[in-house]
């Protein structure tokens, strides 16, 4: 069964505190990995989209990385504006290729 | 600008009501999806749109219908035979090309609670 597992479930950091999330999965054709910011109350912010292994993206302070079998989003130097919850989501090839299957996501909070 | 608007923000459902929750994007982008959003838990596809007048289920469409007579628009209408409606429900879109969905997109969400 197609399975992604994020964790940690939640992570504090001092301002400045460099660290990373992870994205685990489980499918059976890896066709695209998504990574997404959501505010409270919001609705998830597009962050990078990585399609084979040994890709990696940046945008300001995140950096995307995937393996086979993980993601990682790893954060340098976080501001207090960073938290939030980060979603990761898997798309597979086959008959289902519209389908996404999120993680329950990682909620960050920076303290300043 | 162009982008993924939903409404309302909130809205409220009496016992034995159907409500319509409103989806529009000016992306120009051909798929359409509903997914449900409760706390703890991934969020979950309810109906999706790949072109206009057709539609598929999801994994969790019980309670739920759409339809999609417009590009831009894909409402969805909660109805009485959905028990546990109370959710934020979140609209998205993308392209759909070669039977391969692109990157989705979200709207800002629309929180129902039952009164």
């Known amino acids: 069964e197609d399975q992604v597992t994020q964790s940690p479930e939640a992570l504090r950091l001092q301002e400045g505190e460099s660290s990373s999330l992870n994205c685990s999965y489980t499918?059976?054709?890896?066709?695209?990995l998504f990574w997404y910011r959501q505010d409270p109350g919001k609705g998830p912010e597009f962050l990078f989209t990585?399609?084979?292994?040994?890709e990696e993206k940046e945008k300001e302070r995140l950096k995307a990385t995937l393996t086979k079998k993980e993601s990682f989003l790893h954060i340098t130097a976080p501001k207090p504006e960073d938290s939030a919850t980060y979603l990761c989501a898997v798309q597979a090839w086959g008959p289902g290729t519209y389908k996404y299957i999120f993680g329950t996501g990682t909620r960050l909070k920076v303290l300043a | 600008d162009g982008g993924i608007t939903q409404s309302p923000k909130y809205l409220f459902r009496k016992e034995g009501q159907n409500v319509t929750l409103s989806c529009e994007q000016n992306?120009?982008?051909?798929?359409m999806y509903w997914y449900r959003q409760d706390p703890g838990q991934g969020l979950r596809l309810i109906y999706y749109s790949q072109i206009v007048n057709d539609f598929q289920k999801g994994d969790i469409a019980e309670g739920y219908s759409v339809s999609r007579e417009k590009k831009e628009s894909f409402p969805l209408t909660v109805t009485s035979a959905q028990k546990n409606p109370t959710a934020f429900y979140l609209c998205a879109s993308s392209f759909y090309s070669g039977r391969v969905a692109e990157t989705q997109y979200f709207g800002p969400g629309t929180r129902l609670l039952v009164l």
């Open positions: 499918v059976s054709g890896l066709r695209g």
């Open positions: 990585l399609y084979s292994a040994g």
């Open positions: 992306l120009n982008h051909d798929a």
